[in-house]
């Protein structure tokens, strides 16, 4: 079975970088055809896709996020990264990360088969 678990700091302060990792248990981040995405959920609010990097690296990203937000991978230990640049209050949030197929890389919000249990992020001073 698939799993996966984000980690990361708790709280950052704003105008930081957050960086979150994601890792992979139970299968491999180059198997084809899957993507794995990162997605917030702020205090009172909805789901949002933030993007995703494919099996083979390709990444995609919100286009509200993208001049802040960097994806990378580390395939020799299955795991992702998010890297949110220049932090506000408004970047509190759960974060998870989540497995899904190039339908999802695009942005979908449905479809994913497994979720990490997310992470909460606070951004303060």
């Known amino acids: 079975q698939v799993r996966l678990q984000e980690s990361g700091p708790g709280l950052v302060k704003p105008s930081q970088t957050l960086s979150l990792t994601c890792t992979v248990s139970?299968?491999?981040?180059?198997?084809?055809?899957?993507?794995w995405t990162w997605i917030r959920r702020p205090p009172g609010k909805g789901l949002e896709w933030m993007g995703a990097?494919?099996?083979?690296?390709?990444?995609y990203y919100n286009a509200s996020l993208k001049t802040r937000a960097s994806i990378s991978r580390d395939t020799s230990k299955d795991q992702f990264s998010l890297q949110l640049n220049s932090v506000l209050p408004e970047d509190t949030a759960t974060y998870y990360c989540?497995?899904?197929?190039?339908?999802?890389?695009?942005?979908?919000?449905?479809?994913?088969?497994?979720w990490g249990r997310g992470t909460r992020v606070t951004v303060s001073s």
């Open positions: 990097i494919t099996f083979d690296g390709t990444t």
């Open positions: 989540a497995r899904g197929t190039t339908t999802q890389a695009m942005g979908a919000m449905w479809g994913y088969d497994y």
């Open positions: 139970g299968g491999s981040i180059t198997t084809s055809y899957y993507s």
